[in-house]
């Protein structure tokens, strides 16, 4: 594949590219703030937002690169999302446990995704009792199995107690799996469960030779460090941690601008790309 194809550009979606209210982090006057463009709805309410100038640069950049949206959502929960923009080729979900291909779940990567998590992780069911036994209904707001592929906990975050998520961590790693704290959700995902495979296999069947990528969370890590240039914005987990890496910018902005300003990096680097492989 040629043209857009060169550059592949994968985003996590949530406190990355969109967000929602409680996080757009608006901390300056109200005559200020941005306009904004709802982009998902869910029971008749809107859920989640970026700018609207980052909606433009989205558009710009599907001329630029091919878009491939790297989310943990279910394809369930991915396909309320509505990004302005061409109807993306491939897409990411479930961490990686789902390739979407012209919006439909490839089976060949789904199996070969479920042996990989057979081979190397404990059985779903053992980390589902654990997070059942572990978390107290005091502090835990809902319990969900993800795809049957990974476990996630819904819960009051200033109730969790000290220690409770480092001794879950450390009973997930001895079993292949690994846990994220992401807002109000606790994950807890098998260790071959990873963004960045999917986006291997994505590389591999476009053709792409250069990727970018951003995300905000441990679980984009990986994602970040498969690429050759990489944006993570200035809140979340990875910028909590101090997490940083070869190639990868540490933006100063939070909230919905660092959206905004992820897109803007994109658009950029995939520009500079673009032109450069244009002979003469």
Avoid at 54 to 78: D, G, N, W
Avoid at 105 to 133: C, M
Avoid at 255 to 278: D, M
Wanted: charged letters at 25%; aromatic letters at 6%; a negative charge.
């Amino acid at each position: 594949m040629g043209g857009v194809a060169d550059v592949l550009v994968a985003s996590d979606l949530d406190r990355t590219l969109i967000y929602s209210d409680r996080a757009l982090a608006l901390n300056g006057p109200d005559r200020l703030a941005p306009r904004l463009l709802c982009v998902e709805v869910l029971d008749g309410r809107p859920l989640s937002f970026l700018t609207e100038r980052a909606a433009s640069l989205l558009v710009e950049l599907a001329r630029a690169a091919a878009f491939v949206p790297a989310t943990t959502r279910t394809v369930e929960q991915y396909r309320r999302v509505n990004l302005p923009g061409p109807t993306l080729g491939y897409a990411i979900c479930a961490n990686g446990g789902q390739l979407l291909v012209d919006g439909e779940p490839d089976q060949d990567w789904r199996r070969e995704i479920t042996a990989r998590i057979a081979a190397g992780s404990a059985p779903l069911d053992d980390v589902v009792r654990q997070l059942a036994l572990s978390a107290d209904p005091e502090w835990t707001r809902k319990r969900r199995v993800a795809d049957g592929l990974f476990a996630y906990l819904v819960v009051d975050r200033d109730g969790l107690p000290d220690g409770w998520l480092a001794e879950l961590a450390g009973w997930c790693a001895e079993r292949g799996w690994r846990v994220s704290l992401q807002g109000r959700k606790v994950y807890a995902v098998p260790e071959p469960l990873r963004k960045s495979a999917a986006l291997a296999e994505a590389v591999r069947r476009s053709g792409a030779s250069t990727v970018l990528a951003a995300g905000d969370s441990l679980l984009d890590s990986d994602l970040l460090l498969a690429a050759h240039a990489a944006w993570r914005p200035g809140h979340g987990e990875l910028a909590d941690s101090g997490w940083t890496a070869p190639g990868v910018t540490a933006l100063t902005e939070v909230g919905v601008a660092a959206g905004e300003e992820i897109v803007r990096r994109f658009l950029a680097a995939a520009s500079v790309t673009a032109a450069a492989a244009v002979p003469g």
